[in-house]
């Protein structure tokens, strides 16, 4: 049987709540298959996401990961293109760690691109009535040390993995801030999900920036 590894964060930064966490957990509970789905929430901290997801590689060999963050002041939901081999945190983790100029992996590659089918899973979720586009910057936070140490692991194998961004959630957002309902972002993971088991090669759409 295919499994998917799908997972999200905490809250962090004061939030009271995550809506990529939130989503998850709502994707998890109407699941009905015909994958296995192993859904989990990280820690938002540099040392304990990319060590959580890591073991849940080893110990449930998913061909599918997709694991999933907020990117506050986004408009819409964002699969990434891109992990970069390093932390620079513009604030302390859950932990207090606060790393400046460290690679994610010593010795590790510059950087990965993610393996899931990005254009196709942009265009469905976008099709789906859900806003979506494709970006090229992960960060250099959590998000990104976990896209990165995903597919670090990854490397080499048939597993397909990367990254989606996620906006604030309606219902928890803070006053003015940029936002969809957690249904619609917890249908966009669902179509995500779909659209990367299904979709053997990406889809040959636009999807550069010029800046």
């Not at 192993?38 to 996401?49: H, Q, S």
């Not at 976990?146 to 990367?162: E, F, I, N």
Request: proline share 9%; charged share 15%.
């Amino acid at each position: 049987m295919t499994t998917v590894l799908l997972t999200g964060f905490v809250p962090f930064a004061g939030d009271a709540s995550n809506p990529s966490g939130d989503a998850v957990r709502l994707v998890a509970e109407r699941w009905t298959g015909p994958e296995e789905l192993v859904a989990e929430v990280l820690p938002v901290t540099f040392d304990g996401a990319p060590a959580r997801l890591r073991d849940l590689i080893a110990a449930h060999r998913p061909s599918v990961v997709l694991a999933v963050g907020l990117a506050g002041g986004r408009t819409a939901v964002t699969p990434e293109r891109v992990a970069v081999n390093l932390a620079d945190a513009r604030i302390p983790d859950n932990d207090g760690a606060q790393p400046v100029d460290a690679p994610v992996v010593p010795d590790g590659p510059a950087a990965y691109f993610a393996t899931l089918p990005v254009k196709a899973i942009t265009a469905a979720v976008d099709a789906g009535g859900i806003p979506a586009a494709l970006s090229h910057t992960a960060g250099t936070f959590v998000c990104n040390q976990v896209m990165y140490a995903a597919l670090h692991a990854t490397a080499g194998s048939d597993v397909r993995a990367g990254f989606v961004h996620v906006p604030y959630a309606t219902e928890t957002a803070p006053a003015g801030a940029p936002s969809l309902p957690l249904a619609d972002i917890a249908r966009a993971l669902e179509i995500a999900v779909r659209t990367a088991v299904d979709t053997p090669a990406d889809a040959a759409l636009v999807g550069g920036a010029l800046h």
